[in-house]
């Protein structure tokens, strides 16, 4: 029950983030390019966040389910 709340807390710190982010950093420094800071790059780097931690949660509930 724990990590579920834990869970809830980072999605709801995002927000508070974001704005951090964007006005602290000018770009992010690749091993290839450098990318500026964004309204568009730091809602792309959020939203690959939340698929990945989704298509995460969907395996992980049927492990949990089943293992308990």
Do not use: K, N
Not at 13 to 23: D, E, N, Q, Y
Not at 28 to 38: K, R
Not at 54 to 59: S, T
């Amino acid at each position: 029950m724990l990590a579920h709340g834990m869970v809830h807390t980072y999605e709801l710190s995002i927000p508070i983030f974001v704005t951090i982010w964007l006005t602290e950093f000018d770009s992010i420094d690749l091993l290839v390019t450098q990318l500026p800071v964004t309204t568009a790059t730091v809602g792309a780097v959020v939203t690959g966040g939340y698929a990945l931690f989704g298509l995460g949660a969907l395996p992980g509930g049927v492990v949990v389910d089943r293992i308990g």
